[in-house]
């Protein structure tokens, strides 16, 4: 199974500040068709999951243009450029190059 | 507008059985592969298995810790997929999701709905 290490746990976060959490996976993301099979979700308190980013760096439809995906390989990194308040959540990694999937532990953004 | 509606979860006791379901609406679900997920405040998210859709035969996969045990299915005709669990112990204990899975050169969960939860406790 694919082991997805993200950090840090917990990011206490300014509003205005940016943010930035790293996920690390146990073996490359990346498929021989050529992409990478990283998502970043967020799950807000009380909601279910919303995706953010797909295919490591693309941002979903409806996502603010703060939130950014980068990496490659087996690093990959979500960037909130300024954090807002509605950003709070816990946010996670998966894989879905091969089954089973695999999710990060989490970070949990909350705002100072 | 679209749904994804999760039910039959409770409360039972170790070694019984469950059923969930999961309505959907708003979207092709005969196109759309579903996928569960399992949550818990001590373990976190738990990939449980999925389903694909007909054109790649229903094929199933499941989590190894679930494998032998839980049972994914699907209904075209009424929108609805299925999770049949048995044998269930305490670790089983999780609020359990369903998720339309978009399969491509891209791959994501595209819906989720909104859980329900299952206790495994005498």
């Known amino acids: 199974d694919i082991v997805m290490t993200q950090s840090p746990l917990s990011l206490p976060v300014s509003p205005g500040e940016p943010a930035s959490i790293s996920c690390r996976s146990s073996?490359?993301?990346?498929?021989?068709?050529?992409?990478?099979?990283l998502e970043w979700y967020l799950q807000k308190p009380g909601q279910s999951p919303q995706l953010l980013i797909y295919?490591?760096?693309s941002r979903a439809a409806g996502v603010p243009d703060r939130f950014s995906g980068s990496g490659s390989g087996i690093d990959f990194t979500l960037k909130i450029n300024t954090v807002e308040a509605e950003d709070v959540g816990i946010y996670y990694c998966?894989?879905?190059?091969?089954?089973?999937?695999?999710f990060g532990g989490g970070t949990k953004v909350e705002i100072k | 507008e679209v749904q994804l509606v999760e039910s039959g979860g409770g409360l039972v006791q170790p070694g019984g059985s469950l059923k969930l379901s999961c309505a959907a609406s708003?979207?092709?679900?005969?196109?759309?592969?579903i996928h569960w997920v399992r949550q818990t405040s001590a373990t976190g998210r738990e990939w449980v298995g999925r389903?694909?859709?007909?054109?790649?035969?229903?094929?199933?996969a499941y989590a190894e810790s679930v494998k032998g045990r839980f049972t994914i299915s699907r209904d075209d005709s009424k929108n609805t997929a299925f999770l049949q669990m048995s044998s269930l112990t305490t670790e089983d204990t999780a609020v359990y999701y369903c998720?339309?899975?978009?399969?491509?050169?891209?791959?994501?969960?595209?819906?989720w709905g909104q859980g329900t939860p299952v206790t495994v406790s005498s």
């Open positions: 389903v694909r859709m007909k054109t790649k035969n229903y094929a199933t």
């Open positions: 708003g979207f092709i679900f005969s196109d759309s592969a």
């Open positions: 998720a339309r899975h978009v399969e491509g050169s891209g791959r994501y969960f595209e819906y």
């Open positions: 073996q490359s993301l990346l498929h021989s068709n050529g992409y990478t099979y």
């Open positions: 998966m894989q879905t190059l091969q089954v089973p999937l695999t």
């Open positions: 295919l490591a760096s």
